[in-house]
């Protein structure tokens, strides 16, 4: 069965889908053919102030709901994500291209645990008693109030849910902005709420460029926003709304090392690397891109490397068999490219990849660079695509200077048998997740974001509540009221 990708109407506001179609076109494209698939439209300023205004108006009553009342309605939004799992798989790898071998177990699936984590926290929201003697105080854990979020375009579902749960959870409404490349499974995740229960206006979804994130984020009613996305949107987005003084969250970009001492199980570091590098092709912002092999095993380990890369199968994403899709859209392959030609212009060895593959879409090959130096520009920026770096290194000390001599600081990942070494490592690594002997596991039970340029607060865990809520401090007083005159 083929599910229809044009959905019913671009936006999704107050319960409801609504179509405007005066704001200017978002063709959706499938990067696997280069065909439209869809077309939505970009919401106008009159529309973004109706999904506030819905925002607004559902904020008071749901979150008068006990947090049992609101999980139940995530969780069972968690429930028919899963049973929906194939079809929204499906939507996702044609709006993405990633391989329905990946959607099916990462994005609805993601999402759908999010929304059960959350679900399960929300009658767990508390606030404390504090005694003063006879008096006392105690604190209330309460909404912000209308929260926006803004998504990237590689995980357009998790992104989404991972946002829109923990939001929810704790007694806030938002308005969701998708990236403008994969507008259509947000759309999704707004028709699952409201089947779940969810009252209109709790969750609502509007397509747009960059500015229609920006009139979202400057509004006034807005005390709340998230961005997944890029450190110079990031930059943007925090001091518009730093001037409002609204929380924020960031989750940004990175250049994450992956470090491999000479004691590690070589296959199961080539794995790491491969899931590090070439997973969804390399769009994620937690890879390990800068891989560090220290030099007793740097030349078994691109060996075997080149060995497990005949494994890759690129073709239709929708069948089952392919692990390997093409970039989300021709503007990030151009990007791509440029880091690649600019890898071997500056000198870095080409060991594998670095080519375009013939056809439509926009395809490109799992590259691989050794003999990279810290100062090349494909060491330093952030790629975004199927680009593995590697490095070489001598001792533990000299490999920690350099993994922390980014200014990014999203994730980290160690491989070696050697325990102490393994947890004096991640002490000394500069990014808000590492991974010990394996990389890029990202379940919503743990925290997840940013230290340095990559990011603001964290998403997931319980620590989520924190910044997705905020107390109110209440002092009750049981005798008379002293005063100096
Ligand atoms: P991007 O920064 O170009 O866009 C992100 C979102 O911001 C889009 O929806 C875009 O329309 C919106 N936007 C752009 N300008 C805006 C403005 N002035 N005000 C408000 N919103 C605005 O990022 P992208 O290219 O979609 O995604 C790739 C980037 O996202 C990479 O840097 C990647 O590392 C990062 N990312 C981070 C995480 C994470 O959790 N840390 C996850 C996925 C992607």
Same mark, same amino acid.
């Not at 078994?300 to 899709?325: I, M, Y």
């Given at each position: 069965?083929?599910?229809?990708?044009?959905?019913?109407?671009?936006?999704?506001?107050?319960?409801?889908?609504?179509?405007?179609?005066?704001?200017?076109?978002?063709?959706?494209?499938?990067?696997?053919?280069?065909?439209?698939?869809?077309?939505?439209?970009?919401?106008?300023? $009159?529309?973004?102030?109706?999904?506030?205004?819905?925002?607004?108006?559902? #904020?008071?009553?749901?979150?008068?709901?006990?947090?049992?009342?609101? +999980?139940?309605?995530?969780?069972?939004?968690?429930?028919?994500?899963?049973?929906?799992?194939?079809?929204?798989? &499906?939507? &996702?790898?044609?709006?993405?291209?990633?391989?329905?071998?990946?959607?099916?177990?990462?994005?609805?699936?993601?999402?759908?645990?999010?929304?059960?984590?959350?679900?399960?926290?929300?009658?767990?929201?508390?606030?404390?008693?504090?005694?003063? +003697?006879?008096?006392?105080?105690?604190?209330?854990?309460? $909404?912000?109030?209308?929260?926006?979020?803004?998504? *990237?375009?590689?995980?357009?579902?998790?992104?989404?849910?991972?946002?829109?749960?923990?939001?929810?959870?704790?007694?806030?409404?938002?308005?969701?902005?998708?990236? &403008?490349?994969?507008?259509?499974?947000?759309?999704?995740?707004?028709?699952?709420?409201?089947?779940?229960?969810?009252?209109?206006?709790?969750?609502?979804?509007?397509?747009?460029?960059?500015?229609?994130? $920006?009139?979202?984020?400057? =509004?006034?009613?807005?005390?709340?926003?998230?961005?997944?996305?890029?450190? @110079?949107?990031?930059?943007?987005?925090?001091?518009?709304?730093?001037?409002?003084?609204?929380?924020?969250?960031?989750?940004?970009?990175?250049?994450?090392?992956?470090?491999?001492?000479?004691?590690?199980?070589?296959?199961?570091?080539?794995?790491?690397?491969?899931?590090?590098?070439?997973?969804?092709?390399? #769009?994620?912002?937690?890879?390990?891109?800068?891989?560090?092999?220290? =030099?007793?095993?740097?030349?078994?380990?691109?060996?075997?490397?080149?060995?497990?890369?005949?494994?890759?199968?690129? +073709? /239709? @994403?929708? /069948?089952?068999?392919?692990?390997?899709?093409?970039?989300?859209?021709?503007?990030?392959?151009?990007?791509?490219?440029?880091?690649?030609?600019?890898?071997?212009?500056?000198? $870095?060895?080409?060991?594998?990849?670095?080519?375009?593959?013939?056809?439509?879409?926009?395809?490109?090959?799992?590259?691989?660079?050794?003999?990279?130096?810290?100062?090349?520009?494909?060491?330093?920026?952030?790629?975004?695509?199927?680009?593995?770096?590697?490095?070489?290194?001598?001792?533990?000390?000299?490999?920690?200077?350099?993994?922390?001599?980014?200014?990014?600081?999203?994730?980290?990942?160690?491989?070696?048998? /050697?325990?102490?070494?393994?947890?004096?490592?991640?002490?000394?690594?500069? *990014?808000?997740?590492?991974?010990?002997?394996?990389?890029?596991?990202?379940?919503?039970?743990?925290?997840?974001?940013?230290?340095?340029?990559?990011?603001?607060?964290?998403?997931?865990?319980?620590?989520?509540?924190?910044?997705?809520?905020?107390?109110?401090?209440?002092?009750?007083?049981?005798? *008379?009221?002293?005063?100096?005159?």
């Amino acid at each position: 069965m083929t599910y229809p990708t044009q959905p019913e109407a671009s936006h999704f506001i107050d319960g409801a889908y609504v179509e405007d179609d005066s704001g200017a076109a978002i063709p959706v494209i499938y990067p696997a053919t280069g065909e439209i698939i869809a077309t939505l439209h970009s919401a106008t300023p $009159a529309l973004v102030d109706r999904a506030l205004a819905a925002a607004r108006r559902a #904020q008071p009553a749901w979150a008068a709901m006990t947090g049992t009342e609101r +999980g139940r309605i995530l969780r069972r939004a968690a429930d028919i994500m899963r049973a929906r799992n194939r079809e929204l798989s &499906e939507l &996702e790898t044609k709006d993405t291209g990633k391989p329905l071998q990946e959607t099916l177990v990462a994005d609805a699936t993601s999402g759908a645990d999010a929304l059960e984590y959350f679900g399960g926290l929300a009658a767990t929201l508390s606030g404390e008693h504090i005694q003063m +003697g006879e008096d006392f105080v105690y604190t209330r854990r309460e $909404a912000l109030g209308v929260a926006v979020g803004i998504g *990237a375009w590689n995980y357009p579902t998790q992104i989404a849910c991972w946002k829109a749960a923990p939001a929810l959870a704790c007694g806030n409404t938002m308005v969701f902005k998708p990236s &403008e490349t994969t507008p259509l499974s947000a759309l999704k995740v707004a028709e699952i709420l409201l089947e779940a229960g969810a009252p209109p206006g709790v969750f609502n979804v509007v397509q747009g460029y960059g500015e229609v994130g $920006a009139q979202l984020v400057e =509004d006034e009613r807005v005390a709340k926003v998230s961005l997944t996305g890029s450190v @110079p949107t990031g930059r943007k987005v925090y001091s518009a709304a730093a001037s409002g003084m609204k929380s924020v969250t960031m989750e940004l970009g990175g250049k994450s090392p992956l470090v491999i001492f000479d004691d590690a199980s070589l296959e199961d570091a080539v794995s790491a690397a491969i899931n590090a590098n070439f997973y969804s092709t390399g #769009q994620v912002c937690s890879n390990g891109t800068r891989v560090f092999v220290q =030099d007793g095993i740097r030349e078994a380990f691109l060996k075997r490397l080149s060995e497990r890369l005949k494994g890759v199968k690129a +073709g /239709d @994403p929708l /069948d089952e068999e392919t692990n390997f899709g093409p970039m989300v859209s021709e503007r990030q392959r151009e990007i791509v490219e440029g880091f690649i030609a600019k890898g071997s212009e500056e000198g $870095a060895r080409l060991v594998a990849g670095g080519g375009r593959p013939e056809g439509a879409g926009f395809w490109i090959e799992p590259t691989v660079f050794a003999d990279v130096e810290d100062d090349m520009t494909i060491a330093r920026e952030e790629i975004f695509g199927p680009v593995m770096s590697v490095f070489g290194f001598a001792t533990e000390e000299e490999v920690l200077e350099r993994a922390n001599a980014t200014i990014y600081g999203l994730s980290a990942g160690v491989f070696t048998r /050697d325990l102490a070494r393994a947890h004096r490592m991640v002490a000394g690594l500069q *990014a808000g997740s590492c991974w010990i002997n394996t990389y890029n596991l990202t379940p919503v039970e743990a925290p997840f974001g940013g230290m340095k340029m990559s990011g603001v607060g964290r998403e997931n865990g319980q620590v989520a509540i924190e910044h997705w809520s905020q107390l109110k401090t209440v002092y009750v007083a049981m005798g *008379a009221v002293e005063a100096p005159f």
